[in-house]
């Protein structure tokens, strides 16, 4: 099935430009851009008043779009239209902006000047979400058929030492005992502790899987550890400087591995943002933010602070 794309760009230049790249994306389906946010509201509401389906699947909106500004924008469809995923198209691509366009609803952003790889990726990532988001909204054709795979949860801390991987431990035990296969994975690559939250050694890590073209089954479960309580675990390398090897790339291929063959993947993405750790929060079905007030609530004292080290 093609994915249907309506890109939302004011500049006329950017507009051919972006219905040029798309058009070469294999099973695409590329919209007339819209000019600006009244005209997408329009489009999109049209296309539901006549049947759900017809939405596009992907929605590109560029940073200077107007009058509604863009942020205000992907907030307004995500909450009208949530079964479309919304990509925010900018030239700042920096922590501050992805954070903004994550809590507006965006499914990720594109950067600019454009290139064909980010495009395609931003693309299929945004895609996947909004198919399955439509199977849960029971207005997909292949609603009927199951997902195909698991669910991806990812556990991210608002700084360190606020109970991520903790809360990622729990959550993932918790779903195993209620009978659920689980894989645990950290992705908190630079310093990465759920081997040691566990007390387990292992020698494989998520770097082993990186350079690897074609998962297997039998490659998967040689790079896990299988925990006694039924876990499967994907840990952090030991040595953090590797963890920069686990590109987005290689991160979206490994958790689309695991969550067909898992009903739940969890995600440890610890509290700093990387490439690989934004790429599973995109993709991921739900995306748990840990913070924790200044002081401790039972003491009053103020929190220790936590470092690599330290379970988080």
């Known amino acids: 099935m093609s994915t249907r794309i309506l890109p939302v760009a004011g500049d006329p230049d950017l507009a051919r430009s972006l219905v040029s790249l798309l058009s070469q994306l294999p099973e695409t389906e590329p919209a007339l851009p819209v000019p600006d946010s009244t005209a997408l509201l329009d489009a999109l509401d049209r296309l539901a008043s006549a049947s759900p389906d017809e939405l596009p699947e992907v929605v590109l909106v560029h940073e200077r779009v107007g009058p509604v500004p863009a942020l205000d924008l992907i907030h307004e469809v995500v ?15 920096g922590t501050t902006v992805l954070t903004a366009a994550m809590d507006a ?32 909204l029971g207005n997909s054709p292949e609603s009927g058929a ?20 903790l809360t990622a431990v729990q959550l993932a035990l918790a779903a195993q005992a209620s009978g659920s296969t689980v894989a645990l994975v950290d992705l908190d690559l630079q310093c990465g502790d759920v081997a040691a939250f566990l007390d387990v050694q292992f ?5 082993d899987l990186a350079g690897i073209a074609d998962l297997t089954p039998r490659v998967l479960q ?18 953090g400087e590797r963890g920069e090897e686990v590109t987005e790339r290689a991160a979206r291929q490994i958790l689309g591995a695991l969550r067909a063959r898992h009903d739940l ?8 943002l990387t490439a690989a750790s934004a790429a599973a929060v995109e993709l991921a ?24 080290g330290n379970a988080s």
């Open 285 to 308: 079905d739900q995306a748990l933010l840990v913070v924790t007030p200044g002081r401790h609530g039972g003491t009053g004292r103020p929190s220790a602070p936590y470092g690599c």
């Open 79 to 93: 909450r009208r239209f949530p079964q479309v995923g919304v990509v925010l198209v900018t030239a700042d691509t």
């Open 105 to 136: 609803g965006a499914r990720g952003i594109l950067p600019l000047p454009l290139a064909y790889d980010a495009l395609s990726e931003r693309v299929r990532a945004a895609a996947e979400w909004a198919a399955g988001m439509r199977r849960h």
């Open 265 to 272: 993947v969890v995600v440890d993405c610890g509290s700093q």
């Open 222 to 239: 040689d790079a896990m550890f299988p925990h006694p309580s039924g876990l499967g675990l994907l840990l952090a390398p030991a040595d």
């Open 203 to 207: 020698r494989r890590s998520s770097v």
């Open 146 to 165: 199951g997902s195909g795979g698991g669910r991806v949860l990812t556990v991210s801390g608002a700084k360190g030492g606020v109970g991520t991987t």
